[in-house]
C-alpha cells in the first residue's frame, strides 16, 4: 500500500497534528499564509483561473484551495491527511467558497481523473513523498495538454539548510523539529529531470523570498532556498 500510494505515514501524522491551527495565521502555518498571496499571483498570471478546472495536489488545509477558488476555479484539493481535510472542509463554512476536498492520493487522483484539469498545483509536498519521480508522473497524468503544473519546494544548498532547517525549526521555533528533511529538498535541475521524463517543458523558475521577522514574500531570482517552477505540458 505504502509504495502504490507514494505516502510516508510519519510525514502526514506530523501534518495532521498542525491541522487544528492550520488556518491561524500565527500558528505553525505561518509561513505559509505568508507566502499565498505570492503563490496565487504567480498561478494567476500564467493561468486564467475563472472557471478552469485546478487540482491542488497535497492541500493540506486549504490555504491555496481556497485562493484559488476564491478566484473563480473550480478547484479539486487532495491530500492524503484526514484531519487536515477535515479541517478545510470546515473552514469552507467560514470562507463561503467551494472547493471539492477528498482525501486521496496523487496516484488515485491522476488514475480517476486523466487529462482532467486546466491547472495543477503542488506546493511544498514533493519534499516529503517516498518518491517525488512517481508524484511529479500522477502531476504529469492529471493536466489537459497545454495546461500548466505549478509546484514550490525547498531546495538542498546550505542556506536551505540554514534557514528551513536551523533557522525555522531551531532558531525561530516557527516549525516544529522534524518538519523537514536536508535529503528530501530537490535542486531545481533535479525537479527539471523529473519533469524531462514526463515530457514536461519546463517554463519558468523563481526564487520565493522570504523574511520570516517582517513577514514579506517575494518572487525574485534566487533560488538557493524556497522557489516556484512553472512546467507545461504539451498540446
Ligand atoms: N500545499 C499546501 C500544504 C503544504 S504542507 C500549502 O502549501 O499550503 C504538506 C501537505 O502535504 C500536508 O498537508 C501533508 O498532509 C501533505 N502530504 C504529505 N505527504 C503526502 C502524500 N504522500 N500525499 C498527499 N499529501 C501528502
Not at 514533493?126 to 493536466?143: F, G, K, N, S, Y
Request: charged content about 25%.
Amino acid at each position: 500500500m505504502q509504495a502504490t500510494q507514494n505516502v510516508s505515514h510519519k510525514e502526514i501524522a506530523r501534518f495532521d497534528k498542525l491541522a487544528a491551527r492550520w488556518w491561524d495565521p500565527d500558528g505553525e502555518s505561518r509561513p505559509l499564509h505568508d507566502l499565498n498571496p505570492v503563490r496565487l499571483d504567480y498561478v494567476a498570471k500564467r493561468v486564467a483561473l475563472r472557471d478552469a478546472r485546478v487540482a491542488d495536489v497535497g492541500c493540506g488545509g486549504g490555504l491555496l484551495s481556497e485562493a484559488l477558488a476564491r478566484a473563480g476555479a473550480d478547484v479539486v484539493g487532495i491530500d492524503m491527511g484526514l484531519k487536515v481535510i477535515e479541517i478545510a472542509r470546515l473552514h469552507l463554512h467560514e470562507s463561503n467558497v467551494q472547493v471539492d476536498y477528498r482525501k486521496q492520493s496523487s496516484a488515485e487522483l491522476a488514475a480517476a481523473e486523466p487529462a482532467s484539469f486546466d491547472a495543477v498545483c503542488c506546493m511544498e509536498l514533493i519534499e516529503h513523498v517516498p518518491d517525488p519521480a512517481a508524484l511529479v508522473h500522477d502531476l504529469a497524468v492529471m493536466l489537459k495538454p497545454g495546461a500548466p503544473l505549478f509546484m514550490s519546494t525547498l531546495n538542498r544548498t546550505p542556506a536551505s539548510f540554514g534557514a528551513a532547517i536551523i533557522g525555522a525549526e531551531y532558531i525561530a521555533g516557527l516549525l516544529p523539529r522534524g518538519t523537514h528533511h536536508y535529503a528530501q529538498f530537490l535542486k531545481p535541475s533535479e525537479l527539471a529531470r523529473l519533469f524531462r521524463q514526463e515530457g514536461l517543458e519546463l517554463e519558468d523558475i523563481s526564487g520565493l523570498g522570504y523574511n520570516p521577522i517582517t513577514r514579506k514574500a517575494w518572487l525574485g531570482r534566487i533560488t538557493a532556498v524556497n522557489y516556484l517552477v512553472c512546467a507545461r505540458k504539451p498540446a
